[in-house]
């Protein structure tokens, strides 16, 4: 019912978005003596704000053709390493041949709601050195139901098959969301005496013990019950799409959700951004665009994926409580030695509270203290600890020298 409804509003909205586009493409004409006047200017922007936001955002590009390696341009090729239903492991393979071996790095995005392009920031910093390979997960409603559910435990599993194809002297990069998964993923393959696991891994903002100064989205998830869940964001994918039948999150339930909980914010970016286009501020405005254009595309979740999330991390706490289990077997976290573990925090983090990803360092005890560490980014909030400049000048710098020392020999 709710999908239908949504289909139906983006439907009825489609002619105010088209009309809405061409005046304001008519009001651009160079040609018209009065086009940059204030009040022309004004026009523009009201009839932009209104096709933004009648518009509908497909997945977006990686835009990541090219990266510098020793002051060369390097072309980048999009490689599927390996395919599974749910999530493509994509290579960005750097096409020359004059680079000698160099460190992997794993980086797995999170399955939450955005595409993996969220993550474009955090990709571009790494091509220069690193090869780089990252969990590109598919929309749920683009999976036929014939592919079978995808459950936590499934998650689990894809993480250990990539880093099985991956090979030894890989290391993890875990944004957010998937650091429950990933660490599981290391007990599991450290319990197993896999050869192929990690060599480091690095934990950013990542929900590892959500008790430990709970956010708003932590009071979200937690003060529900799992019932709630499945009956009011649950539905059934309607006949239209390939994965007719799946049921899922979908992705306008968790963009309404993602825009509620910070309302103001984004109705005064918003209207800056209406400012930023009657004043001629291009560049604050394209910034704008380019924010929105990523944050306001969104894909459905698989639902047994995202209510085993909510049961296991939100309400039940497992993971910090040693109670997580991997089909049917307990994990047992102190079983990992060889892996180093790097902890990441914003300290204005506003999704994950400080110390909720820092405990996984108290959780690994098995790992030597010199093999473990901890940075918290002072003045950052979550986006900042994954992209932008303060992720480029200090964040991306420290992750990559941990790895380095790191490394297996």
């Known amino acids: 019912m709710l999908y239908n409804i949504n289909a139906q509003i983006m439907h009825a909205m489609q002619p105010v978005h088209v009309m809405a586009r061409q005046a304001r493409q008519y009001f651009y004409q160079p040609w018209n003596p009065l086009s940059y006047s204030w009040y022309y200017r004004t026009i523009r922007a009201s009839l932009e704000l209104i096709e933004r936001l009648t518009d509908y955002y497909e997945e977006p590009e990686w835009e990541l053709d090219t990266t510098r390696i020793d002051g060369r341009e390097v072309g980048i090729e999009y490689k599927v390493a390996l395919e599974k239903p749910y999530c493509n492991l994509l290579h960005f393979r750097r096409r020359t041949r004059?680079?000698?071996?160099?460190?992997?790095?794993?980086?797995?995005?999170?399955?939450?709601?955005?595409?993996?392009?969220?993550?474009?920031?955090?990709?571009?910093?790494?091509?220069?050195?690193?090869?780089?390979?990252?969990?590109?997960?598919?929309?749920?409603?683009?999976?036929?139901?014939?592919?079978?559910?995808?459950?936590?435990?499934?998650?689990v599993d894809y993480l250990i098959d990539f880093l099985n194809h991956l090979g030894p002297d890989t290391h993890v990069l875990a944004v957010c969301q998937p650091c429950v998964p990933a660490l599981v993923a290391a007990g599991v393959m450290a319990a197993d005496n896999n050869p192929n696991l990690p060599s480091s891994m690095t934990l950013m903002g990542g929900p590892v013990d959500t008790r430990i100064s709970p956010?708003?989205?932590?009071?979200?998830?937690?003060?529900?019950?799992?019932?709630?869940?499945?009956?009011?964001?649950?539905?059934?994918?309607?006949?239209?799409?390939?994965?007719?039948?799946?049921?899922?999150?979908?992705?306008?339930?968790?963009?309404?959700?993602?825009?509620?909980?910070?309302?103001?914010?984004?109705?005064?970016?918003?209207f800056k951004f209406f400012t930023d286009l009657i004043k001629g501020d291009g560049d604050s405005a394209e910034a704008h665009r380019k924010f929105y254009n990523e944050y306001l595309a969104v894909m459905d979740m698989p639902a047994h994926y995202?209510?085993?999330?909510?049961?296991?991390?939100?309400?039940?706490?497992?993971?910090?409580?040693?109670?997580?289990?991997?089909?049917?077997?307990?994990?047992?976290?102190?079983?990992?030695?060889?892996?180093?573990?790097?902890?990441i925090e914003g300290e204005l983090d506003d999704i994950t509270g400080r110390g909720q990803t820092s405990t996984a360092l108290d959780l690994c005890s098995g790992?030597?203290?010199?093999?473990?560490?901890?940075?918290?980014?002072?003045?950052?909030?979550?986006?900042?600890?994954?992209?932008?400049?303060?992720?480029?000048?200090t964040i991306a710098p420290k992750v990559k020298a941990f790895m380095a020392k790191h490394a297996q020999s």
């Open 98 to 155: 004059k680079l000698g071996p160099q460190p992997k790095v794993l980086i797995v995005a999170p399955l939450s709601g955005h595409f993996a392009t969220l993550l474009r920031g955090t990709v571009r910093e790494f091509l220069p050195d690193h090869e780089v390979y990252i969990t590109d997960w598919r929309n749920a409603r683009d999976v036929p139901v014939s592919e079978g559910e995808f459950h936590f435990d499934d998650y």
């Open 215 to 270: 956010t708003e989205v932590n009071d979200y998830a937690s003060g529900k019950d799992l019932e709630w869940f499945e009956n009011n964001v649950i539905c059934k994918v309607p006949p239209g799409f390939k994965g007719k039948d799946q049921l899922v999150y979908p992705g306008f339930i968790q963009l309404s959700g993602f825009m509620s909980m910070n309302m103001d914010n984004h109705i005064s970016k918003h």
């Open 306 to 343: 995202y209510l085993d999330t909510i049961r296991k991390v939100f309400l039940e706490h497992q993971l910090p409580k040693g109670e997580i289990t991997h089909d049917g077997n307990p994990v047992d976290l102190t079983a990992i030695k060889k892996m180093a573990l790097l902890t």
């Open 367 to 393: 790992i030597a203290k010199s093999r473990k560490q901890h940075y918290e980014a002072k003045g950052v909030g979550h986006y900042g600890i994954f992209n932008g400049r303060k992720f480029r000048e």
